[in-house]
């Protein structure tokens, strides 16, 4: 009897075991895996410094008038030497920094260079056996940028600042043969004022295009005599201005990193 009872107690004991398990497991079957929320979706950050290299184009023009003698003789009114236009291919580098701040808005400071063959050459009204022949090459700017990010990685943008160059002015007698008259070289100063997009395609690279307008008003330029030349050589006014559009492209250290929140 006692060996029955004991049996009697087995059996249920296992039963009980064998339900307990039946029903964790028909627990674990009812349960709905969930995956890890995704990580905040990042987007690009325009502050931090960059370096990048431009290429495009430019059109310079140039205006040009005697005023006076290198002695102190005024010429009045001046003698018309005319207008000098050009174009030409250039390409250069830059390098600067922005910051973007209180949302969209973005501020920067560029300074680029640029180099190029701007040659032009008119003959002078004043003196139609003569011409006159002005080269710009190089171009150098410093500018700020005010931007607004208007969507993530586009930036619409415009700048201001200085520009320099140097002009090369040479007046030929038309010969036979041709002849150096006279020459002169001046540095020039002015003002950038441009516009522009750019587009951040990854976080380390930008593409922009861009318009300048350079204007660096009017410079005295004296002139010397070329060799074998004879006489008390000019004094000229010389006007000038240049535009240009370029691409470019720009590789970003990203000081901080991509950013969580912006727009």
Not at 79 to 95: K, L, M, R, T
Not at 194 to 214: D, K, T
């Amino acid at each position: 009897m006692k060996r029955i009872v004991r049996r009697v107690f087995a059996l249920s004991a296992l039963l009980t075991a064998v339900s307990s398990n039946v029903g964790h497991a028909a627990d674990l079957h009812g349960m709905v895996y969930k995956a890890p929320p995704p990580p905040p979706a990042q987007i690009l950050t325009w502050t931090g410094c960059y370096v990048g290299a431009n290429v495009g184009g430019a059109v310079s023009q140039t205006s040009t008038n005697q005023i006076g003698l290198a002695d102190g003789t005024v010429i009045s009114p001046p003698d018309d030497f005319g207008s000098q236009n050009a174009s030409s291919v250039i390409g250069g580098g830059q390098i600067g920094c922005d910051y973007q701040f209180d949302g969209p808005w973005v501020i920067g400071l560029r300074g680029q260079f640029d180099y190029g063959n701007l040659s032009g050459r008119d003959t002078l009204p004043a003196f139609s056996t003569f011409y006159m022949s002005d080269k710009l090459h190089d171009i150098g700017t410093v500018t700020g940028r005010l931007g607004y990010a208007a969507a993530p990685g586009w930036l619409l943008y415009a700048q201001g600042g200085g520009a320099w160059t140097h002009d090369n002015l040479q007046i030929y007698g038309s010969g036979p043969p041709p002849f150096l008259s006279e020459s002169g070289t001046a540095n020039r100063s002015g003002y950038d004022v441009g516009a522009g997009i750019e587009y951040m395609f990854c976080p380390n690279w930008s593409v922009f295009l861009e318009y300048n307008y350079m204007g660096f008003g009017t410079k005295n330029v004296s002139l010397v005599n070329g060799p074998a030349v004879v006489g008390t050589p000019g004094v000229i006014a010389v006007k000038q201005d240049v535009q240009t559009a370029m691409v470019g492209v720009n590789w970003h250290l990203n000081w901080t990193g991509p950013l969580t929140a912006r727009f």
